[in-house]
């Protein structure tokens, strides 16, 4: 088979995700519908947040002003997806890796628990079940099907709702088309938001809308510690000076420089 | 004969041989294999998608259903609702509503033991309606019919409706909507002479003013403001609009606000007279509504009493902004002021409306472009009959019962929960009412202290009408139908209503079961001819038949954009609202400063809905600053936390007039230092192990305050904040 | 004397080896390869319908995908609800005994037969049949061999352990070796949800 095959599929895929921190409202209707689409547990008590379990999470950062002069955002932080993962280069059982299509995937049966890549990964995007995982009674009916839950004692992470591409992907074949349309493959968290302020879409396609509003906004586009190296593939907006730097622990100058660089 | 050696040699062997053989591979795999320790997973079938409209809250977002095989397992946002372009967190937590087998009442329900025990006893429908009919039968018989008490709390204007006729058929006027706006009803009515529907075009405003009201969580209808937000913020640096909020505490409306004036608590009305002061006596008010006497007289009595100069201490805003803002509004082409504080589920004052809509009627700004819209429901118009009273304030009514000043016999709670809203005087109000009937589909708090609870279906499982969204501009009609079918032993609350009017022989009430008179409706707009059905912002012409129209209203809606006429009959600047509340412009409360030098008040979270239990999605989401263990923080500056020698995260006493609670201190720059905020939504005895008994019932303590003009709600209350 | 033991220590050492050997190399093999599967690790099934693709395709002349085709969403059907079994069978099309009993206890009370799936994957796999047979365009007989021409249903063989069936299923190995030959993708989420 070989080349004639795989010209039937367009390779020229990477996905990215542009959170607009201007637009998000901290609503948190994103991380329910993530919580309800990918099957996570709840436990009775979740108020010790370093033992909830969510693949996605909201945080609430403030310009550290007294008040009145306080200013608040609210910064939606799934896993990052770097091109490269730290995470991965960590994990002694080969549990994880990052595709071809920029998504760092995960075998979670195969994961045996030693946390290296939760420590690894400067996001905290990875989470550790620490019990077995237990629902609402009654509401295992609501599974969604195309997400496997995981055991206690495996790692796991946002996937940028993966199965979601599987589908898409059978669709666009069964359809005969070689690859996918924008929007057509998106994440629950970017379906949910009720102001649209997370885009998502193949960064490679020059006319996707993710392609098309990181040209736009250049100037106010940053990624979260972008000076690691890690490269990661979600994106941020905001157009306030004073986000940046309370979110990315960047020095001041540091903060110019990027500026500049930009504009 | 098996010497030492041979025997090792043959346990050599043997395990040389076994190492050529499958065996431990296969017992290494297969002990794999075995030992994961997989987890419930769902079960496949066949994907089917179909529509519904969210009934968690009066917003009325239009939904796509996900379904596998007969499972229900997600919702989005209908691309061709009008209404909402995603969905808000509690939409998104309806299938863990719908299968919360905790929370869900699997059959009718009769009390055995004492009230608010738990014992029940599971009773087949025909008993529970035989039970129901007779007692309503009974107090019928003896002609004390005013004894029944209805608490509705229904999101559909068709079910409220048909509870309305049934009390007027029944002989009844105890008719109460726990989420009505009894202020503002009044002061509606009394300024324009008008009762119906009022509306906000916030999509063509440009100037927002809002006093309190958390536009973002869950005022008026959240999904479309969300989508809103959108749209006026759609490039960040250049808005289609200026959000001004006011309010004591940065919530995150006043966060994401264009500007956040942080003011005193219950002073938005002197903060409204504050502002139209600059306006009269700068005299850039738009001649559209003045020039009569009650505008003189409106005029004198502001520009006498409400200097923003003598308002800088009351309201805690200071003089430059009240100029500044003033002259914004005044100067913007479409401006705005909204009123309804928080979610707006608690009733605004009456003054305080009027002191706001002053605001909107001195620029001119009603029933026209990006201004306030009044206008008839379609409901009303095609159903004149269920329109006609003004709504009264039940908390008080409640409390006379309480006080024995009211005769209530029979109290009928539909999908409402009374005894969380108002925690005490409902509790003392049961001691006078011998039953209480409760309709809802979840073990809720009322449903805990009732004689008989009958479970309703969910919102996915049962036909619904949806009408006007809550502040939405121009009327909506829209159907429900069910995507699933129901596992637990439930009843449409309306085919219950019209089966036991039946029996009771009731007049006017000629249905035989919910879904007639949901076509019934459909066939009366129909034949209207109004308006139009909106597929995403397309309007299409409506259908040749009804049947086709209802058919149609499953998956988009009926809409008539053109219902606000630009003419209103007349506006009074100052009728007799206004020379009451002008007495004493602020909420009373109860205390002295000196034992209670704090105010307390509500804070809302969108992720906290309050009559509705929180579903567990939400309560793991909340953060650890408003929920703590089982303990509720309360937001202060911190400073208010260090002069009462508290530190961030520590639990303290919190007091007011009406008692006391454990609380934790969750220090913040993002509140007005004295006051203290008390989330709403928490403390519930009801529902299940993920939300009874966490936190307190912030209603337990909060005042229910009363303006001048008689109208009560939940304000603010004093408080204190002691170290233990 | 001294020659004499060491021959004999030598013979009787290898022959304990041996014996140690070909017992443990046979019991190996016999209970724990899955060709002879026998208890205690393996156990056998008898499909609930002796279903015949022969009789099916052959003699009915059906094509695979009258019955096991790709969805318009891409999904693949699988093995056929009762509603399609009952399109052709509400009445015996044949006079066998096995049709008559198959219509009597699954057709006619419209109950799912619980077939036995030889190529049953653990919880976390996604399988595309989409991609397999439109981009790869593999045949089925590629995975599933001649299951298609069969007149008697193959003995499901499972493990008791894993609970697993042994002969049909093509194992993750399997599955990357022919990913690796075919230079298809190999990541984890190509094939794992």
Avoid at chain 1, 206 to 214: A, C, F, G, H
Avoid at chain 2, 401 to 408: C, D, E, I, P
Avoid at chain 2, 686 to 701: C, Q, S, V
Wanted: charged share 20%; proline share 6%.
């Amino acid at each position: 088979m070989g080349h004639e095959e795989k010209e039937n599929w367009s390779h020229a895929e990477k996905y990215v995700m542009v959170i607009d921190i201007d637009k998000c409202t901290g609503c948190g209707a994103c991380v329910v519908a993530c919580s309800q689409e990918n099957n996570i547990p709840v436990r009775t008590d979740e108020t010790d947040k370093y033992m909830s379990l969510n693949w996605l999470v909201i945080y609430r950062v403030t310009n550290a002003q007294p008040f009145p002069k306080t200013k608040v955002v609210y910064v939606p932080r799934p896993c990052m997806h770097c091109d490269d993962p730290i995470c991965v280069h960590v994990c002694p059982a080969s549990a994880t890796d990052k595709d071809a299509k920029g998504i760092v995937s995960q075998i979670y049966p195969r994961c045996f628990g030693c946390r290296y890549c939760m420590a690894a990964c400067p996001y905290h995007a990875r989470v550790f079940n620490w019990y077995d995982p237990v629902y609402p009674k009654g509401t295992e009916r609501g599974f969604n099907p195309d997400v496997s839950t995981r055991m206690r004692g495996v790692v796991e992470k946002c996937s940028f709702c993966n199965h979601r591409y599987q589908h898409a992907r059978d669709k666009a074949i069964a359809e005969g088309r070689v690859c996918l349309e924008d929007g057509e493959y998106i994440p629950a968290c970017a379906e949910a938001c009720p102001t649209k302020a997370i885009y998502f879409g193949n960064i490679k396609d020059p006319n996707s809308q993710v392609s098309r509003i990181l040209r736009e906004e250049r100037p106010h586009v940053f990624r979260l510690l972008e000076k690691y190296g890690s490269e990661p593939s979600v994106y941020y907006i905001s157009r306030q000076d004073w986000v940046r730097p309370r979110l990315d622990w960047v020095l001041e100058e540091e903060h110019k420089k990027y500026k500049n660089s930009m504009k | 004969m098996l010497t030492r050696r041979g025997f090792l040699q043959f346990v050599v062997g043997g395990a040389l041989g076994a190492v050529f053989s499958p065996l431990p591979w296969r017992i290494a795999d297969e002990l794999v294999l075995f030992s994961q320790r997989w987890t419930p997973q769902g079960a496949p079938g066949d994907e089917s998608w179909c529509y519904s409209i969210c009934q968690l809250c009066p917003g009325g977002c239009g939904l796509k259903v996900r379904k596998i095989s007969e499972r229900v397992v997600q919702v989005e946002a209908n691309p061709l609702s009008p209404i909402n372009r995603g969905v808000c967190p509690l939409g998104a937590a309806s299938v863990q509503y719908l299968y919360g087998d905790k929370r869900r009442i699997k059959k009718p329900l009769k009390r055995t033991g004492k009230r608010g025990e738990g014992k029940w006893q599971e009773i087949e429908w025909a008993e529970a309606l035989n039970l129901l009919t007779s007692k309503l039968n009974d107090l019928k018989g003896s002609g004390a019919t005013e004894g029944l008490l209805c608490i509705d709390g229904s999101v559909s204007k068709v079910m409220s409706g048909l509870l309305k006729k049934f009390c007027y058929a029944y002989g009844t006027s105890n008719y109460f909507h726990v989420n009505a706006d009894v202020g503002a009803s009044i002061a509606i009515k009394e300024m324009q002479d008008f009762n119906g529907c009022v509306g906000f075009d916030l999509e063509n405003a440009d100037y927002v003013l809002s006093f309190g009201s958390q536009l973002l969580e869950g005022w008026g209808a959240p999904g479309n403001l969300q989508a809103l937000y959108n749209y006026w913020f759609e490039n960040p640096l250049k808005p289609k609009v200026k959000v001004v909020q006011i309010e004591p505490r940065m919530s995150d409306t006043a966060a994401k606000a264009s500007e956040w004036l942080p003011n005193l608590p219950g002073t938005e009305a002197l903060v409204a007279l504050g502002l139209a002061w600059v306006i009269l006596k700068e005299g850039k008010y738009n001649p559209r509504f003045t020039g009569d006497a009650d505008f003189e007289r409106f005029k004198r009595a502001v520009l006498e009493g409400f200097n923003p100069d003598k308002l800088e201490e009351k309201t805690g805003l200071c003089k430059d902004d009240f100029i500044r803002v003033a002259r914004e509004f005044c100067n913007a082409k479409h401006p705005i002021a909204v009123w309804g504080r928080g979610k707006g589920f608690n009733s605004t004052g009456a003054f305080e409306v009027l002191a706001i809509h002053s605001l909107n009627a001195l620029v001119g700004n009603i029933n026209r472009k990006g201004g306030t819209a009044f206008f008839k429901d379609v409901v009303d118009e095609v159903w004149p009959e269920i329109s006609t009273r003004q709504p009264r304030d039940l908390g008080k009514f409640i409390e006379s019962v309480g006080a024995k000043k009211v005769y209530a016999e029979i109290a009928l709670v539909c999908e409402a929960n009374p005894a969380y809203k108002y925690p005490v005087s409902f509790g003392n109000a049961l001691q006078n009412v011998p039953f209480v009937v409760t309709f809802t589909p979840f073990m809720n708090d009322t449903a805990l202290v009732s004689d008989l609870v009958l479970p309703t279906p969910f919102y996915m499982e049962k036909w619904e009408a949806i009408t006007t969204p809550r502040g939405f501009s121009y009327p909506v009609f829209g159907l429900s139908c069910p995507v699933c079918k129901s596992s637990y032993g439930v009843k449409h609350p309306g085919d219950v209503v019209l089966a036991v009017s039946k029996t009771l022989g009731l007049k006017g009430l000629p249905w035989d079961n919910y879904r007639n008179l949901l076509q019934y409706l459909v066939e009366k707009i129909w034949s209207k001819g109004k308006g139009c059905l909106l597929k995403g912002n397309k309007k299409v012409a409506l259908p040749s038949s009804p049947r086709q129209m209802w058919s149609e209203l499953t998956t988009c809606v009926w809409a008539n954009p053109e219902a606000v006429s630009g003419g209103i009959k007349k506006f009074d600047f100052a009728p007799s609202v206004f020379a009451e509340g002008i007495k004493r412009p602020v909420w009373s409360v109860e205390g002295k400063s000196e034992d209670y030098p704090f105010t307390l008040i509500p804070c809302e979270y969108l992720i906290l809905p309050q009559d509705l239990g929180a579903a567990p999605f939400l309560v793991k989401q909340l953060p650890d600053t408003v929920l703590k263990g089982s303990d509720l923080c309360v937001e202060v500056h911190p400073e208010t936390a260090s002069q009462c020698g508290v530190k961030n995260g520590e639990l303290a006493l919190l007091q007011t007039p009406l008692g006391q609670a454990r609380v934790r201190v969750f220090c913040n720059e993002c509140i007005r230092p004295g006051i203290i905020g008390i989330p709403v939504g928490l403390g519930h005895k009801g529902y299940d192990e993920y939300l009874a008994g966490k936190g307190i019932n912030a209603y337990t303590i909060l005042g229910y305050n009363e303006e001048a003009t008689g109208v009560a709600s939940y304000v603010m209350n004093k408080a204190n904040l002691v170290k233990i | 004397m001294a020659e004499h033991n060491a021959s004999q220590t030598k013979k009787g050492g290898w022959g304990s080896f041996l014996l140690g050997f070909a017992f443990m190399f046979a019991v190996g093999w016999f209970f724990f390869g899955n060709h002879f599967a026998v208890p205690p690790l393996y156990g056998k099934k008898i499909q609930p319908v002796a279903f015949s693709h022969k009789v099916h395709v052959e003699d009915a002349g059906m094509a695979c995908k009258d019955c096991h085709y790709l969805k318009a969403n891409g999904r693949w059907s699988g093995i056929p609800k009762i509603d399609k079994c009952a399109e052709c069978h509400q009445e015996p099309q044949g006079e066998t005994k096995e049709e008559a009993n198959f219509i009597k206890n699954y057709v006619k009370p419209h109950k799912e037969v619980p077939w036995l799936v030889y190529s049953r994957q653990p919880k976390n796999v996604f399988f595309s049949h989409a991609a397999h047979l439109k981009i790869a365009r593999f045949n089925c007989k590629v995975c599933h061999g001649k299951m298609g021409y069969n007149d008697t249903p193959p003995v499901y063989v499972y493990s008791r352990l894993s609970k697993y069936p042994q002969h049909t299923v093509i194992v993750m190995e399997a599955c990357m070796d022919c990913h690796k030959k075919y230079d298809a993708p190999n990541y984890c989420f190509t094939c794992h949800k």
